[in-house]
């Protein structure tokens, strides 16, 4: 069994199977075109340059593609890249299949959809109950499935549900500690703030942006569903509008991503617990990958930090 790309040091040798994740095209200084192609598995992602690549290679290694390559890991500008001495299309007779190769949540489906479901039942709002049932109703299945987004953080099988249930303990423990929250308003804005990356995203195997995720986005296409929901409902309250402000300040400013700023308590609690859940995703893969006393690649949206690993972390 392939121990898994996160797991090999500089200098080792890969023989195994990798799913393509992306594949751009580029040229070299020499005029000869080349790909760089993202591959993945369970364990992580590794960056791969295949030289004077042919229009026939442009054709045949595309993002959602198993490969079977061979190569040497070596680091470039302080990060890890396959050098591909070999590569191919799998086929059938190697007996591998691309959901072998795609990370998936700790926690299954159905203990997620269960714990969803039971927070939903907590509610005591009829409005905002009923506009969250519409949604999971109307999304379940794409809810269960697709991550939370492209790279960075819960970017795997099921990353949108469990880092909805993620931020929902989050929203009960904070609720015990301010009692104060309207704890109906927060649950509908966390069940429902990242739902639109089921439109937004294209797919769970190796997703990119949609059309309408690029010229919309996640954030505007939801807060139109739920507009468009309350007038099926036939809700006509204030807690639609501000349902509809919650999902639109939840990134806090305009600079990532939010139209406006939280304007309400707990619109501003939303935003910080969505920030809390994905800054700890991406520390704790991360550190996963570093033995004690060393230190984390460089984390682009953690401000470019590299993180250290303590020695007494166990």
Known sequence: MNKGIANYNVGELFDYFMLVRAANKG???NGKP???LLLKDVSGEIEAKLWEATSEDEELFVPEQLVKVTGEVNQFRGRSQLKIHSIRPAQSTDGVHPNDFIEKAPVEKDELMARITEIIFEMKNPNLQRIVRYFIKKYQEALLTYPAAVKNHHEYVSGLAYHIVSMLNLAKELKVLYPDINKDLLYAGVILHDLGKTKELSGV???SYTLEGKLIGHIPIMVEEIGQAARELQIETEEVTILQHMVLS?????EWG???PPLVREAEL???IDLIDAKMNMLNRSLEKVKPGEFTDRLFAMDNRAFYRPLFDE
Do not use: E, R, V, Y
């Not at 939840?250 to 305009?254: L, T, V």
């Open 27 to 29: 040229i070299a200084s």
């Open 34 to 36: 080349f790909l760089t």
């Open 205 to 207: 195997t190796a997703p």
């Open 250 to 254: 939840h990134h806090g400013k305009a």
């Open 258 to 260: 939010s139209p406006t």
């Open 270 to 272: 939303l935003h910080l």
